[in-house]
């Protein structure tokens, strides 16, 4: 499986965006500051995910998300009390 995800950082409570195909060890990897994106962000709460069967549409799903204000907004008002 293919995974879209977003996580809350603890220091700045800004979200980040981002697909893998293995969400255990990106998280993880997210948390122990091996992820050069993230380092100074940590620890992460893992808010929310999608999981699909081709890497293709996690990472159009994972662009949409980045760079359409419309799909970040949309997802943001179905997590809302996720993110408190």
């Not at 255990?24 to 962000?41: A, L, M, P, Y």
């Not at 081709?54 to 419309?70: F, I, P, Q, T």
């Amino acid at each position: 499986m293919n995974y879209v995800y977003i996580l809350k950082s603890s220091v700045d409570q800004e979200l980040y965006i981002g697909s893998t195909n293995n969400l255990k060890r990106r998280f993880k990897e997210h948390n122990t500051k091996k992820s050069f994106s993230t380092s100074w962000r940590g620890p992460f709460e893992l808010v929310y995910y999608e999981a699909y069967k081709n890497l293709e549409d996690a990472r159009d799903r994972e662009w949409a998300l980045k760079l359409r204000g419309n799909s970040r907004k949309h997802i943001i008002n179905r997590i809302q009390r996720s993110l408190k």
